[in-house]
């Protein structure tokens, strides 16, 4: 079993969990990810590790509640245990050797973004960190973002916060400035990391994104997370997250991402009346 060591709400959607587990904690990377299950009973899930810290023998999650399980998740508090907490699993980014890299988080991706920047500054490298929200009430990480990176943007979509607009206009307008980046790392929703991607290409720039799409054993046995990568079939469980994002086929990913929409909505649903009847 893995203790809930402390549990923060981020936003009116989003938490943050300090899990025991020193051993995921001791071999966790940047990129990486974990596959948990709130009980015996629970479906398998995979979360990104948002942080760790190898002398405490913690890892920290960020996730949003969106459908059933991570309704269930939430409903745990610090000192209760998960059940199961597999990992770290993935590839873990490859940050060395980069000198000057924009970030890119969208929403919760934010959260996935962060511990890359972080990894960065720590190596020495400039970071240009860009985050965008949908409005200032859904902002995370912001003082998180802002201590490892050299310049820092809060964009949001109603202008309720830092700037109004994407981080594609941020972004387009670091480009026109003159500024260039060895590497441009984008993480969020797949139609933000589509049109930063498209971006990016216009000005020859590397760009990679982390995708997160179905996942379930996480060992490249069930091919739920299979995605198109230059012409060839990739899964992300075990060749990513992480790929080059002028080769990914985001059209695909999106139209197999809506696939269980409806049944997560029906799971999530049921799942709260349960909770609400206890």
Do not use: W
Request: net charge negative.
């Amino acid at each position: 079993m893995y203790t809930i060591l402390q549990k923060e709400a981020l936003n009116p959607t989003v938490t943050r969990m300090v899990i025991d587990a020193p051993l995921i904690a001791r071999k966790a990377e940047p990129g990486q990810f974990v596959i948990l299950r709130v009980d015996e009973a629970g479906e398998r899930i995979p979360l990104t590790v948002a942080d760790f810290d190898r002398e405490k023998g913690t890892v920290t999650i960020i996730f949003q509640i969106v459908g059933a399980t991570t309704y269930k998740l939430n409903q745990l508090s610090a000192g209760d245990s998960l059940h199961d907490f597999v990992g770290p699993l993935g590839v873990a980014s490859h940050v060395e050797g980069l000198k000057k890299v924009a970030v890119i988080g969208g929403g919760v991706g934010s959260a996935i973004a962060y511990p890359i920047a972080k990894k960065l500054h720590d190596l020495g490298a400039t970071v240009h960190s860009i985050v965008g929200f949908r409005s200032k009430d859904l902002v995370i990480l912001e003082e998180e973002f802002r201590a490892c990176s050299d310049l820092f943007t809060v964009m949001t979509d109603d202008g309720s916060y830092g700037e109004k607009g994407l981080v594609t206009n941020a972004l387009e307008q670091l480009l026109q400035k003159g500024e260039t980046y060895d590497e441009v790392i984008a993480i969020g929703p797949l139609v933000m990391m589509k049109f930063v991607c498209k971006l990016t290409r216009e000005y020859g720039v590397k760009t990679v994104v982390s995708m997160n799409p179905i996942m379930i054993d996480g060992t490249g046995m069930c091919g739920g997370c299979r995605l198109t990568v230059g012409g060839k079939v990739k899964f992300a469980c075990v060749d990513g997250p992480d790929f080059d994002g002028h080769e990914v086929d985001f059209d695909e990913a999106i139209e197999r991402s809506t696939m269980y929409r409806d049944f997560e909505r029906h799971q999530y649903e049921a799942a709260c009346n349960l909770f609400k009847g206890v």
